[in-house]
């Protein structure tokens, strides 16, 4: 599993945008990028997936440039809801060997009124 | 509604007292996982389960086991529990290999051992 390396916190108010970005300079070429979420207190939550280019769903847009050494997870218009660590992990999602999700730090994302 | 479901969310007991920690998910997945998150660590896993009694051991096993004699089960077992076990517990399960698809993480047990 490639390493990433993520801002430990950041902070921002209610309504604007936040860009999270994550580094894996070492990512594989069957590496996928993936982000999830995690309130206080409760379980990961999948936010988002991709490899290449711009994924955008309901809940968020994932950026990712050419060389893919980077990732960008946008979140549009937080709210106070919004508040958690998000963590950022790459692997190879066709191995089947990958028994285990390993997160790093992740980023605790505060949303200010 | 697809969900992992784990009981108890909140236990406190004595060390030595052996407890049972479950785990069900009603989505027919074929991989479940148990992980523990620490303040400074992370989250971590400590067993994982690919299939019906099909186990094996993640990052941190001692003092821990587990069974899988039901697609839908996984509990996890203290047999004799220690203060160090004093943790945040979360149960997870897949359709597929954790990084391959979408995993999905029960709400949490808060263990106290005293």
């Known amino acids: 599993l490639a390493k990433t390396t993520q801002p430990i916190s950041m902070d921002s108010y209610e309504g604007q945008e936040v860009n999270i970005t994550c580094s894996h300079n070492n990512i594989a070429t069957n590496d996928y990028i993936t982000w999830y979420q995690q309130f206080p207190s409760q379980g990961p939550r999948f936010i988002i997936q991709?490899?290449?280019t711009k994924v955008t769903n309901e809940v968020a847009s994932l950026f990712i440039p050419a060389d893919r050494k980077s990732s960008t997870l946008s979140l549009p218009r937080v709210s106070l809801s919004d508040t958690a660590v998000y963590y950022c992990?790459?692997?190879?999602?066709?191995?089947?060997?990958?028994?285990?999700?390993?997160f790093g730090s992740g980023t605790r994302l505060s949303i200010r009124p | 509604e697809a969900q992992v479901t784990q009981n108890p969310r909140y236990l406190i007991t004595v060390t030595g007292k052996k407890l049972t920690v479950t785990c069900s998910q009603n989505m027919n997945h074929e991989y479940m996982s148990w992980y523990r998150q620490d303040p400074g660590l992370g989250l971590r896993q400590i067993y994982y389960s690919m299939n019906v009694e099909v186990t094996d051991k993640g990052d941190v096993p001692e003092g821990y086991k587990v069974s899988r004699k039901e697609k839908r089960n996984f509990p996890l077992i203290l047999e004799s529990p220690s203060p160090n076990q004093t943790s945040l517990y979360f149960c997870?399960?897949?359709?597929?290999?954790?990084?391959?698809?979408?995993?999905?993480f029960g709400q949490g047990t808060r263990l106290t051992v005293v």
């Open positions: 992990l790459v692997g190879d999602i066709r191995d089947s060997s990958a028994s285990k999700i390993i």
């Open positions: 991709g490899y290449k």
């Open positions: 997870a399960s897949s359709l597929g290999a954790p990084m391959n698809t979408e995993a999905f």
